[in-house]
């Protein structure tokens, strides 16, 4: 691994997911966690702030990245709940069935290698009355904005660590098999090719 890979790009990663906008964003999803939560793609831990502690028993967070989790570790630390982290892709997870009140993912399926599998998981280890939630950004509405996204693609992922600039991200739940129980989506501030969000709760298949 590269200096770019290990030691600049983490902190863009955490300075890029930590504006304003995308924290008004996980302020409408990350509150709503409960119980066990196990967090898909925790990163450095800018979503640990917004949890209700009052509501949380403990987060298992998932993410491959050891620079990222440096820097949530001292999150991690001040939060009033334990937190564990799992150093692993979200395509397998070694957790049991129905293990988890609460699945959270924000910002991640954009660089989850593969994001429907990445979704059965989250559905598998799901108590049939939890939820799964989440905020993303992905597939503009406007054609002349997807355009632009299906052309800086192959760029953007390169230098954004794997990042795609717009997944279809209802048709991903959809095709992992998943209810979407609650989605609204807008812009947000941002360049329009990568402020397109969806967010909301998602419920297992019937």
């Given at each position: 691994?590269?200096?770019?890979?290990?030691?600049?790009?983490?902190?863009?990663?955490?300075?890029?997911c930590?504006?304003?906008?995308?924290?008004?964003?996980?302020?409408?999803?990350?509150?709503?966690a409960?119980?066990?939560?196990v967090e898909i793609?925790?990163?450095?831990?800018?979503?640990?702030?917004?949890?209700?502690?009052?509501?949380?028993?403990?987060?298992?967070?998932?993410?491959?990245?050891?620079?990222?989790?440096?820097?949530?570790?001292?999150?991690a630390?001040?939060?009033?709940?334990?937190?564990?982290?799992?150093?692993?892709?979200?395509?397998?997870?070694?957790?049991d069935?129905?293990?988890a009140?609460?699945?959270?993912?924000?910002?991640?399926?954009?660089?989850i290698?593969?994001?429907?599998?990445?979704?059965?998981?989250?559905?598998r280890?799901?108590?049939?009355?939890?939820?799964?939630?989440?905020?993303?950004?992905?597939?503009?509405?406007?054609?002349?904005?997807?355009?632009w996204?299906?052309?800086?693609?192959p760029?953007?992922?390169?230098?954004?660590?794997?990042?795609?600039?717009?997944?279809?991200?209802?048709?991903?739940?959809?095709?992992?098999g998943?209810?979407?129980?609650r989605?609204?989506?807008?812009?947000?501030?941002?360049?329009?090719?990568?402020?397109?969000?969806?967010?909301?709760?998602?419920?297992?298949?019937?």
């Open positions: 691994m590269g200096l770019y890979d290990s030691v600049i790009l983490p902190c863009l990663l955490n300075a890029a930590g504006t304003k906008p995308i924290a008004r964003q996980r302020e409408k999803v990350v509150p709503y409960r119980g066990h939560v793609g925790i990163g450095s831990g800018l979503n640990l702030s917004h949890y209700d502690a009052g509501s949380v028993d403990r987060v298992t967070g998932i993410d491959p990245d050891e620079a990222l989790w440096a820097k949530a570790a001292t999150r630390a001040r939060c009033d709940f334990p937190v564990e982290r799992l150093g692993l892709s979200g395509e397998s997870l070694p957790l069935d129905c293990c009140d609460t699945v959270l993912v924000t910002y991640a399926l954009c660089t290698p593969d994001p429907v599998a990445a979704l059965r998981e989250m559905g280890i799901l108590k049939p009355d939890g939820e799964i939630l989440f905020c993303e950004h992905g597939r503009a509405p406007d054609p002349s904005v997807a355009r996204q299906d052309r800086i693609d760029v953007w992922k390169r230098i954004a660590g794997g990042c795609h600039s717009g997944r279809d991200i209802p048709a991903l739940f959809t095709q992992a998943l209810h979407l129980a989605l609204q989506q807008m812009y947000i501030p941002g360049p329009k090719p990568l402020s397109y969000n969806y967010w909301g709760a998602a419920t297992r298949g019937t």
